[in-house]
């Protein structure tokens, strides 16, 4: 499994920007950027060489380890899974290219797109301080849905916190073109909250009645079990650095990346798994772990007096095959 923490080259990249640039100065600029995306902005307030290293100094080792979770999940589910080619939609800084060429050596052709100018800089700046990216095929400036209309198809298209900032509309579209694009795998990744998972269970829904067919997390493809307010969303824990508390204005060596995410392909999988949707509660009695099965929703109970299947279930952690 890839590793959620940024990839020291990645972390060298960023460091070496960060020198001369007030911590505080960043840590401002962040704030602002931070509160515009979740008021539904977008990367609007991402206008200079500055607003792009501190939006991705506090947010790009979130967003990407989100992302490898992601593919990591997918992974499991197909480990024979090995793309020559990637799509970036909405690339930003580049966050899920670099996660992407993390999992999968296979990757020999990297294209990215996106519509902010600043971002897109620095994306390059970064790629270009790692052998592998550098090699990065192109990387389009302009809207997602009119440049992802003429790319070319890739094995594996993502699109990561970006169908946020659409409207219903807009969202639609860019779905319909990133499956059009899509040789074999799309994953789309958005905030693990209620709006977040309305938005992956729309583009799920819509995508399967086009003949997708989901990979990860659900074990099937038939409408989502859970029922309101319940949503599905899952937990990736990662490492500050020190130049990310800085920014964040945070303490806590830690962060937790809560997201919802869903991989699609154009091959069915047979035999999915079970998907574990909460920590489990381990008791003195019995463990409880809430599971999404290809049946629906279970709460599978292990009983402690049967030892071997209770020594298993303690090493359950939410968002793991079953």
Same mark, same amino acid.
């Given at each position: ?46 206008? #200079? ?8 100094? @506090? ?51 990297? #294209? ?5 100018? @600043? ?17 990065? #095929? ?36 860019? #779905? ?41 997390? %659900?074990?099937?493809?038939?409408? %989502? ?6 949503? *599905? ?58 599971? *999404? ?12 007096? @049967? ?16």
């Amino acid at each position: 499994m890839t590793s959620p923490d940024l990839p020291a080259e990645l972390r060298a990249a960023l460091n070496a920007r960060l020198e001369g640039l007030s911590r505080s100065d960043a840590a401002g600029r962040a704030a602002i950027i931070s509160q515009t995306y979740r008021e539904g902005g977008g990367s609007s307030t991402i206008k #200079t060489e500055t607003d792009a290293l501190a939006y991705a100094v @506090a947010r790009m080792p979130a967003t990407y380890a989100a992302v490898v979770a992601s593919l990591n999940a997918l992974s499991e589910i197909r480990p024979d899974f090995a793309p020559a080619s990637l799509l970036d939609v909405g690339a930003g800084p580049g966050t899920a290219t670099w996660a992407a060429a993390e999992a999968f050596s296979s990757l020999q052709a990297f #294209t990215l797109l996106d519509a902010n100018v @600043a971002l897109r800089t620095l994306a390059l700046d970064l790629t270009r301080r790692s052998d592998r990216l550098r090699r990065i #095929t192109s990387y389009e400036l302009g809207q997602a849905r009119t440049y992802a209309a003429h790319a070319e198809a890739a094995d594996l298209v993502i699109a990561s916190y970006l169908i946020n900032e659409l409207n219903d509309a807009e969202r639609d579209a860019l #779905t319909d073109v990133m499956w059009e694009k899509t040789r074999d795998t799309l994953l789309v990744v958005e905030p693990g909250t209620p709006a977040g998972y309305a938005r992956i269970i729309a583009l799920r829904t819509r995508l399967i009645a086009a003949g997708a067919h989901v990979i990860a997390p %659900c074990p099937h493809d038939g409408a %989502c079990p859970l029922v309101a307010p319940d949503w *599905c969303h899952f937990s990736q824990r990662l490492q500050r650095s020190r130049a990310h508390k800085q920014v964040k204005g945070a303490d806590a060596p830690f962060e937790d990346e809560r997201f919802a995410y869903v991989a699609l392909s154009r091959a069915r999988v047979e035999d999915r798994p079970a998907r574990v949707l909460a920590q489990p509660d381990v008791g003195k009695v019995e463990i409880a772990a809430k599971l *999404c099965t290809p049946d629906g929703i279970v709460v599978a109970k292990v009983p402690r007096r @049967a030892k071997a299947d209770y020594a298993r279930a303690r090493r359950w952690r939410w968002g793991d095959t079953v």
